[in-house]
């Protein structure tokens, strides 16, 4: 890829990744950890969403939260 699609692309997900940041710092302290999965459900998100861009990581991200329940499966699943 080019510098200049590279840039793009990290302008594209900025928003997302400071979205997943203030849940960090805000809400995830109060709850405790509770994801049955390693990475985090947010960590897994910034992952996703740096590899494999807007759409995909948010297509991926959100498959992930929506098994993070307690009759959901759970251990190491990578971005």
């Known amino acids: 890829m080019t510098k200049?699609?590279?840039l793009?692309?990290?302008v594209l997900i900025a928003p997302f990744v400071l979205l997943i940041n203030l849940y960090r710092w805000t809400i995830s302290p109060w709850i405790g950890p509770k994801?049955?999965?390693t990475?985090?459900?947010s960590q897994y998100a910034l992952d996703?969403?740096?590899k494999y861009g807007v759409i995909k990581g948010f297509w991926r991200?959100?498959?992930r939260v929506s098994r993070?329940?307690?009759w959901g499966g759970s251990g190491y699943d990578p971005a």
């Open 48 to 50: 996703a969403f740096r």
């Open 39 to 41: 990475p985090t459900c």
């Open 8 to 10: 793009f692309r990290k």
């Open 61 to 63: 991200s959100l498959k």
């Open 35 to 37: 994801c049955r999965y």
């Open 68 to 70: 993070c329940h307690p």
């Open 4 to 6: 200049l699609t590279l």
